[in-house]
């Protein structure tokens, strides 16, 4: 399967046009990629509490758009999370990510969730496989 980088409308991330995606938008700032969102009802789990699946993916997009903002278009390849308490929904979160080692096409990430108050609910550790065309994935 090819996938052709230039066409992310429909992304669950990032798209603005996806109607039930998370609509992320990024910046850079300096080393860390940043970006923020609410979670309403409908992105819960528990009462009250954002979805852990909802959690992850934005994890994994504020990981993935640091390499993608270095020009990188780049898969996960493996990520883990760690909860240490429930996110609650209708607060802002803060999303951030910097690259903390790999080499050539690996990008080693971690990225975390800031509450208000400054707290880090979850924090994740990823690897990126940066892709060319010659891996048969991307044209």
């Avoid at 270095?70 to 909860?83: D, G, H, K, L, S």
Wanted: glycine share 10%; with cysteine; proline share 4%.
């Amino acid at each position: 399967m090819e996938i052709d980088i230039r066409e992310t409308s429909m992304c669950f991330g990032c798209s603005q046009k996806n109607p039930i995606g998370l609509k992320l938008t990024f910046t850079m700032d300096g080393d860390v990629c940043r970006s923020t969102f609410t979670a309403g009802a409908h992105h819960q789990g528990w009462t009250g509490y954002v979805h852990g699946g909802i959690i992850s993916s934005l994890l994994d997009e504020v990981m993935a758009q640091w390499v993608w903002l270095q020009n990188v278009p780049a898969m996960t390849a493996e990520m883990t999370v760690r909860f240490s308490k429930a996110v609650p929904i209708d607060v802002p979160l803060s999303l951030e990510s910097r690259r903390t080692g790999g080499k050539g096409k690996l990008y080693i990430m971690e990225g975390q969730i800031v509450l208000p108050d400054g707290s880090v609910p979850c924090r994740a550790t990823a690897k990126f496989l940066g892709l060319s065309e010659k891996d048969g994935i991307i044209k």
